[in-house]
């Protein structure tokens, strides 16, 4: 009940695609769903986070969609860089609680130029 | 700058010899973790701490020991290390816990042998 499934482990996209990364969730008290990104060599650092009452939130080419009733969520990035090669994490958590984070396993994305 | 720092960034030891990966942030935030990310795994806490002298064991606590005695520093200590604990570490600061956005630092490297 407390894992973040995500999938999938390794994506590869042209320069200027759609990646998508999605993650999927059982416990119905997660109530904040962020989205880590982390360079090799360097810890995670947040990119995007939603909390369940809007279904998308979008910030520049990046945008979390999120399904409630099927317990669902997913990072999209539009017209992909190389820059954007990484590794993404999804994440859930509570807002009260433990306030712990349960992270995805992550995607490895690389964007080919 | 606000920032998480851990020491060593690389450090490989021998089985069973004791060891401590410091870990200090200056942005005066209550809630620190320690986290293991191995590959097909992705990031799992290890210990949490919500506030000076209140630690909680995390998903994978077992081998490590941790001490909150002052707010900036939460350091990992393994008293006897084996090899399955060759892992990247991170240790992550946030003003509580998974309520906001997590900091993370740049990551320790351990190899056991």
Known sequence: QQQVKQSPQSLIVQKGGISIINCAYENTAFDYFPWYQQFPGKGPALLIAIRPDVSEKKEGRFTISFNKSAKQFSLH??????GDSATYFCAASTLSGTYKYIFGTGTRLKVLA | EAQVTQNPRYL???????LTV????NMNHEYMSWYR??????????YYSMNV??????D???GYKVSRKEK???PLILESPSPNQTSLYFCASSPHGGKTE?????GTRLTVV
């Open chain 2, 102 to 106: 997590a900091f993370f630092g740049q």
């Open chain 2, 60 to 62: 994978v606590p077992e």
């Open chain 2, 22 to 25: 410091t870990c200090s942030q």
């Open chain 1, 77 to 82: 990035i539009m017209d992909s860089q190389p």
């Open chain 2, 12 to 18: 490989i030891t021998v089985t069973g010899k004791k």
């Open chain 2, 72 to 74: 900036r520093n939460f």
């Open chain 2, 37 to 46: 990310q191995d590959p097909g795994l992705g990031l799992r806490q290890i």
């Open chain 2, 53 to 58: 002298e209140v630690t909680d064991k995390g």
